[in-house]
C-alpha cells in the first residue's frame, strides 16, 4: 500500500554497491573453541577463547609450539563459510613465542573433524628479523585459494619465533585471530530477518563481496518466490513497487551474480507488514510470570489511529464480546496502565483502532501475572568440589545468580571448597533458538534436556563468560541442569540466556520452575545400542506421588496417551520406583516413552515429560556402563563383584562379601579429600562410546594373588541369537611403573613437578658408596607438558625435600635441566637448562659424584660428555655435602597430577660401588601405573561349566590407548554359550595364583556380536 520513489532514499545508500568490501572475519567471542591438543597446559586466565575475545589486551598462551604444534578448533556463529585468508595479531610480551608458521583446515563434520587441509606457509610479519610491535596486527596478507565452505576450522601453529632466533621460549601466545572469509552470498538483511510492523518494502542488504549484480525474489510462499526485478540492479537495494498487504509475511531472497555470472544463491529472510490492527503488545500474548504492576503497551495499526480503545479482564468472553463492563479506557495513549493486579491470575484484553471509517478490532491478547510462589530452580549445595556424597544443603533459589566475595553459599557450606547442582523445569514461553551463558569462576556444566551444552570444569584464575551453541527449543517445558565448583577465593555463577529477539538477562525464576517433570536418567533422549533387554530410569519430580510410565514404537502415539491406551500405558509406579523394564526389544529399533508425574493432591498434576527416544543396538550389550550411577542400587560394583562386596541397605537385604580376590571396582568417592565425584569413571572412557567406563584395580601382590570381577545373570543369557559369534570388550591399561627388559627400562609416573617445595616423581634406585656414576639413553618420552621430565638423579634419601642432584630430559622442548636442592628440606632449588630445541631425543644425560661434587653432563652419541654453561660462566657443578651412600638412579615426572607419562630408558650404566636390585618409590604422591600382568576373561554356564581365555599378551594391561580384545565364542571350550550365567573380568593366573603386579585398568563396551 506504500509507493515511493527510489531516487527518494537512493541517495544515502548510492556508494554501498560500488565499494569493494574487503574480506571480513567469520569468528566472534562465543564461538565453540577447543584448544589443541586439549591438555590443560596454559595459565588459567590465558585461555583459548581470548584468542577471539576481540581484546588485544587479552591472550591465549599454550606451554607447546617449541616442538610440538599447537592450535584450536573452531565453529563460527556465522555458519558455513569460504575462508581465504588469516590475520594475526601480536601479544603484548616475550617476543619468541609469537607463531611464525601456520597450517589451516576444514571440516563439514564435527569440530572433532576430520579435516582436510586448506592452507599452510609463514607468517610473515611475525618472523622478521625485527621482532613485530606488542599487541599490533600484522599488515602482510594472508590469502589463499579456497573455495569449499566449511562449518568447522582447525588452525595450527607450526613453528613460533623461537625457532628462528632461539631465546628460551617454552610456549605460544597469539592475542587475536581472524578468519577471513569472501562471503559471496548477500547478508545483513534490511528489514531484519523476522521483523514485524514493517511500513515500507524499501529493501537493502550487505552485497556479497563479489557481487555485480543481484536477483530479487519476494512473495507469500517461501518455497515459491518470484524473480521482482529485470534488469537486475547494481546496487545493494530495492524498493518493492507493488502493494503490501497489512499483517501478512513476506518472504525474500537476494541471489548474487559476479562479473563472470556465476550465482550465489541467498538465504530465505522474512518480514512481516505492520497489520491494520493495533500489534505488538507488551506483554506478548500467552506470556507468564508477569509483575501484577505491569504496564500494558501495544504499537498502532498502519492507519495511525489517533484513539485507542481498551478492554480488560479476567473473562475471556466479555473482552471476545465488547462487553461494556470492561471496557477501561478510550485514549490518544499506546499504552495503558490496569492498576496493581491479583497474583498467578490470567487477564485478557483488546485494543480497538478508531479510525475515520469506524472501529478497527484488534486480537484478544491474554497474559498471567507471577504468583506468591514464582518457582525457581532447585539447588543442591555439597561440602566439597566433587558434588559428592548427599547435599548439605538444598533449597530452592530464585535464580543462578551468585557473586560471593568471602562469604560462601549458606550455612553449613564453607565459603572455599564447595560445590552445587542445580536443576530445574525450564517453561519457554515462545520457541526460538536460545543461547545461554554461563559466567562463572571455577569449573561449571550445563545441560539443556540432556544436551551438554558448556563444558568448563576448570579452575581460570579470572571469571570467564562460557557461550553455547544457540540450541532451538519448542515452546514447553524442557530439562536444566547447571553444576558448578568453587576451589577458592570468590565464587561466581550466572545463568543468563538470550535470542534474536530478547536480550541477554539472568534466567529467572518463571520460566525456572522446580523439577516437577521427570528426567530421563538413562537411557538419554537419544541414545543408540542399548541393550535390547533395559531397565529405564528417570529422576523424580519435587511433588510426584506416583509415576505412569509410558511405551511404544511411535512417538506421536506415545506423546497423545493417556492410561486409557492399553498398549501403550505400561502402568503405575510408586514414588520410590523410578524405574522400569522393557524386556525381549527387538533389534536396531527405535523406541520412544514418556514418564508422568502424577500427584493428585496437588494442583497442575499431571505433569508430563518430553518424550524420549533411544534404538536398540545390533548386536548384544553386555555392558556399556552408561547406567549406573553413585547410588544403590545402581552403584557398579554391586553388579560387577568385586573383592571387597558392598553392604546391606534398603535395597539388599544382606551383606556380599565379595568374590574373594584382590580387586577393586570403581572409584572411591567416600573417603574424605578424593578426586573423584562418581564411583564410575567418566573422563576415560571408549571414543565414541557413552559418558562412562568401569575402573577395575588389580593387586597380585598380597593373597590370594589374583583379581576379577565377576557379574551374574538370571536368568542366564543367550549369546546363540541372531548370528553373534564373537565376545567384543575394550579395556585400557596405564604404562608400566617399572619394567626391565633386555633392552632396557621402561617406567611411568604422574606428579606436579620436581622444583622448588615439590618433589613429586617415580624412582628407581639402587645406593651408591663413594664416588660413582649413572649414565642413561633416554629413548623417548610420553609428554602430556611441556615440562614432563626424565633423567637420573642422585639424593640423600627417599624423603621428600631430601638434598639432590638431577639431570632430566624436557622431551617437548628438547631441553636438558640440571638443578639441585642443597640443603634437606629446603624449598629452594636451583634450576638451569640448555636452549629449546638444541636436545632432541634420544639424548643421554649422566651425573657423576666425585667426593662431593656433584656433576651433571649431556651427550648426543653417549660418548661426547658437554656439561651446561650459562652466559655468566656457571656450570652444572656444584658441591653438596651427602652421606658416603646415596641413593643413584632414574627419574620420571609427568608435570600433571594424577596424569601418567611413561619414559623408555636404556644403555644404562653405572660406576663405582652400586649395590642391589632397582628398586622402586613414589616419592611426594602415590603415582598411577601397571605392572605386567595376565588378563584373562571367562565365561560360565547355567550347568556351572566355566572356561577361561587369556590375552595373548602379558603387557596388555600396560596400553594406554583404548584397545578392542575380540574373542571367538567359540574359545570358551565346553561352555553353553545359550546359557550363560556368569562372567569374570580378571588379572593374574587364574588357574595357578602366583605373587605379580598391581594397577588399574579400564573396561567399556562389552558386546556379543555378528562376524
Known sequence: MWRISLLSVVAAVLLLGGISQAARDVTAPGDVILPVPNDGDWPGNERVPQAIDNQIVTKYLHFKGETDPTGFQVTPSAGATVVTGLSFTTANDAVERDPVKYELSGSNVSIDGPYTLIAKGDIKDFAGATAWTRQTKGTTPIKFANTTAYKHYQLMFTAIRNSLYPASANSMQIAEVELLADVFTATTPDPANGKTGVTMGFLQWKAGDTAKFHDVYLGTDPAALTKVVNPMPTYAMYMYQGTLEPGVTYYWRVDERDVAGTVYPGEVWSFTVQPLTANSPTPLDGDKWIDPAVELTWLPGQQNAATHVVYFDTDKAKVVARDPSVLKATQPAMSFNPGLLAQDTTYYWAVDEVVSTGNVLGEVWSFTTIGPNPGGIKGE????????????????????????????????????????????????????????????QDGTKLWIDGKLLVDQWVTPTVTSKYFSLPIYLDKGVHSLVLEYFD??????????????????????????????????????????????????????????????????????????????????????????????????????????????????????????????????????????????????????????????????????????????????????????????????????????????????????ATNPYFSETDRTWSPAQNWKVNGVTDLVLYFRGNPARFLETASGISMSAAGADIFGATDEFRFAWKRLSGDGSIAIRVDSVQTVNSWTKAGVMIRESLDPLAMQVHMVTGAQQQVVEWMYRAITNDTVTTQFNTTGGTNPLPAWVRITRAGNVFTGEYSANGTTWTKITQADGTASSFTLTMPATVYIGMVVCSHVTNVVASAQFSDIKTTGNVTGAWQVADLGVAHPGNEAAQLYVALQDSSNKLAVVNHPSLEAVLTTTWTQWKIPLSQFTGVNVGSIKKMYIGVGNRAAPAMDGHGSLYIDDIRVMKP
Open 487 to 700: 576451589s577458592g577465593g570468590d565464587a561466581v555463577e550466572q545463568l543468563y540466556w538470550s535470542t534474536a529477539t530478547m536480550a541477554e538477562v539472568i534466567v529467572p525464576a518463571g520460566p525456572l520452575q522446580p523439577p516437577v517433570r521427570a528426567r530421563a536418567i538413562y537411557p538419554q533422549d537419544k541414545d543408540v545400542n542399548t541393550p535390547q533387554d533395559i531397565v529405564l530410569a528417570w529422576s523424580v519430580g519435587e511433588k510426584a506421588a506416583t509415576h505412569d510410565v509410558y511405551f511404544g514404537e511411535d512417538k506421536a502415539a506415545v506423546e497423545a496417551a493417556t492410561p486409557a491406551d492399553a498398549a501403550i500405558y505400561k502402568g503405575s509406579q510408586t514414588k520410590d520406583e523410578n524405574s522400569w523394564t522393557a524386556s525381549a526389544l527387538d533389534w536396531n529399533k527405535t523406541y520412544y516413552w514418556r514418564v508422568d508425574e502424577v500427584n493428585a493432591a496437588e494442583a497442575g498434576s499431571p505433569w508430563k515429560s518430553s518424550v524420549w527416544s533411544f534404538t536398540t543396538a545390533d548386536f548384544i550389550v553386555v555392558d556399556d556402563f552408561e547406567s549406573y550411577t553413585n547410588s544403590s542400587p545402581y552403584r557398579v560394583f554391586q553388579t560387577w563383584i568385586d573383592g571387597w562386596g558392598f553392604s546391606a541397605d534398603e535395597f539388599f537385604a544382606a551383606d556380599n562379601p565379595g568374590n574373594g580376590s584382590s580387586s577393586t571396582v570403581g572409584h572411591d568417592i567416600w573417603t574424605a579429600g578424593t578426586s573423584y565425584s562418581a564411583i564410575v569413571e567418566t573422563s576415560i572412557i571408549n571414543p565414541g562410546s557413552g559418558g562412562q567406563s568401569m575402573p577395575f584395580d588389580y593387586n597380585n
Open 381 to 440: 549445595y555439597f561440602s566439597n568440589t566433587s558434588l559428592n556424597g548427599l547435599p548439605a544443603l538444598t533449597r530452592i533459589d530464585p535464580a543462578v545468580n551468585f557473586n560471593l566475595v568471602g562469604v560462601g553459599p549458606g550455612d553449613p557450606i564453607p565459603i572455599d571448597g564447595w560445590s552445587a547442582r542445580w536443576t530445574a523445569d525450564l517453561d519457554v514461553t515462545k520457541a526460538d533458538p536460545y543461547i545461554f551463558a554461563v559466567n562463572c
